[in-house]
Nanobody, 123 residues
């Protein structure tokens, strides 16, 4: 099992910045991905950004087109923590942001979710 604790959400004006953090604890596989998804009212949950475990060379990243150039995902493997730096925020970024962790072994993917943190961007 993996437990995820998120922090850093809040209310910000358009053009502002926020930094989300998610600390994972429990059984962390060496091969894993951590990421952020979001869900706005009336919409499906969507991937925002993800980063693989990467080992000593660092993880590879993946971003939704809507956040490329504005958001940066990073991780501290020693702390099992993933960060999402969100700059140039827009009202359409308003959503509940969920931390996601996937553990991989040779045949199964184990998926875990955080409780979600609200991000509200005012115009």
């Amino acid at each position: 099992q993996v437990q995820l604790v998120e922090s850093g959400g809040g209310l910000v004006q358009a053009g502002g910045s926020l930094r989300l953090s998610c600390a994972a604890s429990g059984t962390i596989f060496s091969l894993n991905t951590m990421g952020w998804y979001r869900q706005a009212p009336g919409k499906q949950r969507e991937l925002v950004a993800a980063i693989t475990s990467g080992g000593s060379i660092g993880g590879s990243t993946n971003y939704a087109d809507s956040v490329k150039g504005r958001f940066t995902i990073s991780r501290d493997n020693a702390k099992n923590t993933v960060y999402l730096q969100m700059n140039s925020l827009k009202p359409e970024d308003t959503a509940v942001y969920y931390c996601n962790h996937k553990n991989y072994d040779y045949r199964t993917t184990y998926v875990y979710w955080g409780q979600g943190t609200q991000v509200t961007v005012s115009s």
